[in-house]
């Protein structure tokens, strides 16, 4: 979808990144903006602090000012927001908004709620391009893309919330104040003039010098969960599946119910599996009730080949897979199998991929796509049947 920007600059400002990037001017519009006239205090003193590694000039803190983005970025008092101003970066031709928020978690929470209802409005690649630039004590959001990388420099770093976004290798990664988030010095964009990614995607299917799908690094991954342990495994995912019900005993971890089909149907090693438990409540008195499987994995080829063949099996019969088969969602030497889809989408969240060996299956951009280890299969956070995760 496309936002109409109202700007008094330039013609060339018609795509502000105000709390992502646009692609091609495409991305949805917070609420509308102000400023308090007269409180430049806090608005002042980010800006001498960005002087020192870009252009910001002419700081204005009214609510007239043309500058500011018409419905692109929170009103003061939304997200803890105090006081908004707005500068100029002079040679970039682009201006950088200011937000000063009296506290700067409620700031992240609201940011992450507006790319969170985004995405679940259909938008699956909001926020990849974030330019939403936290400091301390002030939030930059320029609109020009080498202004973003000129202010990483500093110690402001970009917030990103979509969970399908990925922190190339040699950038930084920090937690934010809020789960689901991460701050980093990596300016994703598609105009050529953000930070140079030497893990450039490729499709998989493409061989050399294929054009490549945003998400996919040319060799192996861009980053995938581990466990050292059960436990451990058990605890990483606990925010996403229901396991107060928890079993490792092999009886019960073999129980399958006509809701809910593992992936795995027999013995756990000869899938390259060193572990596997049930996490839900089993049948018994009353129905099969939130069953899904933890592997940890000694040989993920092995798991990823024999999860393969079974997928492609079931998708024999009709040409789709039933309803109640789980899908196995992998990290680097862990797994997990559920039908849950809401559960899924929290395992996305944590960098969890899906084994897709559907042939001829693609990814729209934004999603991840990943060559796996079991040949004609990929790893991706894209379902067709729900495109939110």
Same mark, same amino acid.
């Given at each position: ?9 330039? #013609? ?20 509308? #903006? ?40 929170? @009103? ?9 101003? =707005? ?12 937000? #000063? ?54 110690? *402001? ?16 990664? @920090?937690?934010? *104040?809020?789960?689901?988030?991460? *701050? ?57 599946? &229901? ?37 839900? @409540? ?12 933890? &592997? ?73 796509? @990943? ?16 495109? =939110?995760?």
């Amino acid at each position: 979808m496309r936002i109409q920007r109202t700007l008094a600059t330039t #013609a060339a400002l018609t795509c502000l990144a105000a709390l992502s990037a646009c692609k091609g001017g495409t991305e949805a519009a917070p609420p509308a #903006a102000t400023a308090s006239a007269g409180s430049t205090g806090p608005l002042a003193e980010a800006q001498r602090y960005m002087r020192q590694f870009t252009s910001c000039e002419d700081l204005g803190a009214s609510p007239d000012d043309p500058r500011l983005p018409s419905g692109d970025f929170p @009103e003061a008092g939304q997200w803890s927001v105090k006081e908004l101003g =707005v500068c100029s970066d002079e040679p970039e031709k682009g201006d950088i908004a200011i937000a #000063a928020p009296a506290d700067m978690k409620a700031f992240q929470e609201g940011y992450k709620q507006y790319v969170m209802d985004k995405i679940a409005a259909g938008d699956g690649s909001y926020g990849l391009e974030s330019r939403v630039l936290v400091g301390k004590g002030f939030v930059a959001v320029p609109t020009r893309t080498r202004t973003a990388v000129a202010l990483v420099r500093s110690d *402001l770093r970009v917030l990103t919330c979509n969970p399908t976004a990925a922190v190339p290798e040699g950038y930084k990664r @920090e937690k934010a *104040l809020v789960e689901g988030c991460v *701050l980093g010095d990596f300016v994703n964009s598609e105009d050529g003039q953000g930070s140079p990614n030497l893990q450039t995607p490729q499709d998989p299917a493409g061989g050399a010098g294929a054009t490549g799908k945003p998400g996919q690094p040319a060799h192996g991954s861009l980053g995938l969960p581990r466990a050292a342990s059960m436990g451990e495994l058990r605890k990483l995912v606990e925010s996403s599946l &229901d396991c107060s019900h928890f079993s490792t005993d092999p009886a019960t971890v073999a129980v399958e119910s006509i809701d809910y089909a593992p992936v795995v149907k027999d013995a756990p090693l000869t899938w390259g599996l060193s572990g596997r438990a049930l996490c839900g @409540e089993p049948a018994g008195a009353q129905r099969a009730h939130g069953l899904s499987w933890l &592997d940890t994995v000694s040989d993920m080829k092995k798991l990823q080949t024999r999860a393969k063949a079974a997928q492609l099996a079931d998708l024999k019969e009709d040409g789709r897979l039933r309803a109640t088969q789980s899908l196995l969602l992998v990290g680097e030497n862990i797994a997990v199998e559920t039908n849950d889809p809401a559960a899924r989408f929290g395992l996305y969240q944590q960098q969890f991929l899906y084994l897709n060996c559907v042939p001829g299956f693609s990814a729209p951009t934004g999603y991840r796509l @990943e060559k796996a280890q079991a040949d004609g299969c990929v790893l991706t956070n894209y379902e067709p049947g729900h495109p =939110v995760g």
